[in-house]
C-alpha cells in the first residue's frame, strides 16, 4: 500500500511539474505579450535614423535557452532585393557574433528613453563573463519562430539571414575610415536581414 502511495505522490508531482512548465513557457511567447501588437513593416512610421543612431537597438540572436544580446547604434533599414530588409554590423570579437553566424533569425529590440540604462549595461558587458540572459531588467520572450526578443521593448522587429559578408578595408572609397574606425583592422561582419515580422507596443 505504501508503495502505491509512493507512486501516486511521485506522479501527482511529475504532472504538477509539467503544468508549471508549461505555464511558464507560454507566458515566455511573444504572442502572448497583449501590450504588443504584431504588425508588419509598412506599420513602422519612425525615423530609422534617429532610431537606431540616436535611441540605439538590442540586436538579439539564439534560442530562449541559449542567446546573447548587443547595443548597436550602427545599421539601417530599407529596401533590397524586393523585400523590406534590416542591416546589422556586428565585429567578430563580440560574444554576439558567433550567435549571429550560427542562427538564421535575428531581432532587433528598440526601448523608451527611460530604459536608456538597460541599452548601456548591454553595450559595455560582454556575455562572456556576464550573464546577460538572467539581468533583472529584460524579460526575454520567444517568437513562433524560435527567436529572441524582450518584453520591456516599445518596438521588435524579427528577420530572416539572407546575406553575410565581412567588410574588406580595400573596398572602402574613404581611406581615412579604416584607420579611424578600425585601427586594429577588427572589420564588422554585415548582415541583411528580411523583416518578417514586426511587433509596436500599444
Not at 541599452?119 to 559595455?124: A, I
Request: charged residues 25%.
Amino acid at each position: 500500500m505504501k508503495v502505491i502511495k509512493t507512486k501516486i505522490k511521485i506522479v501527482f508531482f511529475i504532472v504538477i511539474n509539467i503544468l508549471i512548465s508549461s505555464s511558464c513557457n507560454s507566458q515566455n511567447k511573444i504572442v502572448n505579450m497583449r501590450d504588443l501588437k504584431k504588425t508588419n513593416w509598412e506599420a513602422l512610421n519612425e525615423n530609422a535614423v534617429k532610431l537606431i543612431g540616436k535611441d540605439w537597438m538590442l540586436i538579439t540572436a539564439g534560442k530562449i535557452n541559449d542567446y546573447n544580446m548587443m547595443t548597436a547604434s550602427w545599421g539601417a533599414l530599407g529596401w533590397l532585393w524586393e523585400k523590406p530588409v534590416s542591416f546589422i554590423f556586428v565585429r567578430p570579437q563580440r560574444y554576439t557574433h558567433k550567435f549571429t553566424e550560427r542562427e538564421d533569425y535575428y531581432t532587433l529590440c528598440f526601448f523608451d528613453e527611460n530604459n536608456r540604462e538597460i541599452l548601456s549595461k548591454m553595450g559595455t558587458v560582454s556575455g562572456r563573463n556576464f550573464d546577460k540572459m538572467n539581468y533583472e531588467q529584460l524579460t526575454a520572450i520567444e517568437t513562433d519562430n524560435g527567436s529572441v526578443a524582450f518584453a520591456e521593448a516599445r518596438i521588435i522587429i524579427e528577420c530572416k539571414k539572407l546575406y553575410a559578408t565581412k567588410i574588406k578595408e580595400d573596398d572602402f572609397v574613404d581611406e581615412k575610415i579604416p584607420a579611424k574606425v578600425y585601427p586594429t583592422r577588427d572589420f564588422h561582419t554585415m548582415y541583411v536581414g528580411e523583416i518578417l515580422n514586426v511587433w509596436i507596443r500599444e
